[in-house]
């Protein structure tokens, strides 16, 4: 007899949330700041993956959260960042359970870089204060999510599926 399908959800969803934490603390110098590559989002693709599915959206919200905790914006980046990861688990968990093809995998990566981008950058410069150099904050924070999402995550989301027989 096998664990409860909810339950191994729970789990799943669990480990990404501790994995996208523990990445974010391992590496918080380059994972907070204008310019920032957060090699934990190479994570977002996973809600992609049918095997992690909606659990990971939840889990990579949650993992956010706990991440932010040691963010030197406060309680504000918990809410805005934890929003940004939801948006992009979202998008990729749809567009996985419509296709499975190398072009919508790297699209979605893509499309959750954006999201991130544009979302961290407003931001970054409410923050700072004005609007003057928000194309400059988002474009910062776009070439550390693509090297995140695309340059890592896409790799890893093509190793899960095609090592592991993940779909």
Request: glycine share 12%; proline share 4%.
């Amino acid at each position: 007899m096998g664990l409860p399908s909810r339950l191994i959800e729970l789990v799943k969803g669990s480990i990404i949330a501790g994995m996208y934490a523990g990445l974010v603390y391992a590496l918080a110098p380059i994972s907070f700041q204008e310019f920032q590559v957060r090699v934990a989002d190479a994570l977002l693709i996973l809600p992609f993956l049918d095997y992690f599915g909606f659990p990971a959206v939840v889990g990579l919200t949650i993992g956010c959260v706990l991440a932010n905790i040691v963010s030197p914006y406060g309680v504000l980046d918990i809410a805005v960042g934890s929003l940004a990861n939801f948006a992009a688990g979202i998008v990729a968990w749809f567009i996985g359970r419509r296709s499975k093809s190398i072009l919508a995998l790297i699209t979605t990566s893509i499309i959750e870089a954006l999201i991130v981008s544009f979302i961290v950058g407003y931001f970054i410069i409410y923050l700072i204060g004005g609007l003057g150099n928000l194309l400059i904050a988002i474009g910062l924070v776009l070439v550390g999510s693509i090297v995140s999402t695309c340059f890592i995550g896409v790799p890893l989301a093509l190793f899960l599926m095609k090592r592991l027989g993940l779909k």
